[in-house]
C-alpha cells in the first residue's frame, strides 16, 4: 500500500501518538520510514547567541527522535531520520516529502478550533491543505 511513509515530531506527546500509529501502519504495510523534526531558525530579536540557540535547536531535536527510535525499535520498524531548520515547520515537512518520493505523511493534531486554531496555528492543516501527498492525521 505505502511504500514510503514520512512522519513529523517536534518531541511532544501528542507527536508521539502519530509516530507510533505511524510505525504500526509502516509495520503492517511494510513500507520504508523517515521522520522528520523542524527545528526553528535564530530568530533575531533573541537573547541567546546563534551558538547556544543552535546547540539547544539540536539537543531538543536529538531528543525527540531518540525517543522516535525506540518507538521504532520496539515495533521492529526501521527509520531513517532527518532535523531540518526553517521558519515554516509545515512547508519543510511538504518539501521533505516531495524530495524524498513518500507516498503518504502522518501527523498528529490537537484539533483545535476556531479562535485558538486561528490564534496558535495549525502546522498540521497547513501541511494538508499544501500537500500533493495523502496526510493522515492522528488525533
Not at 22 to 44: F, S
Not at 77 to 90: F, K, L, M, N, Y
Request: charged letters at 20%.
Amino acid at each position: 500500500m505505502y511504500k514510503h511513509i514520512l512522519m513529523s515530531t517536534d518531541g511532544s506527546e501528542l507527536a508521539m501518538k502519530g509516530v507510533k500509529h505511524g510505525l504500526d501502519l509502516a509495520k503492517k504495510c511494510g513500507g520504508k520510514v523517515t521522520v522528520i523534526t523542524v527545528n526553528q531558525p535564530y530568530p533575531l530579536q533573541s537573547a541567546a547567541t546563534t551558538d547556544s540557540w543552535a546547540q539547544a535547536q539540536k539537543t531538543h531535536a536529538d531528543e525527540a527522535l531518540a525517543a522516535v527510535f525506540d518507538a521504532a525499535k520496539a515495533v521492529d520498524v526501521e527509520i531513517d531520520a532527518r532535523q531540518v531548520t526553517d521558519h515554516t515547520p509545515a512547508e519543510a515537512i511538504v518539501e521533505a516529502a516531495e524530495t524524498l518520493g513518500c507516498d503518504l505523511i502522518v501527523m498528529a493534531s490537537h484539533g483545535r478550533r476556531g479562535v485558538s486554531r486561528l490564534l496558535l496555528g495549525s502546522q498540521t492543516a497547513e501541511v494538508v491543505s499544501h500537500s500533493p501527498i495523502p496526510v493522515l492525521v492522528v488525533r
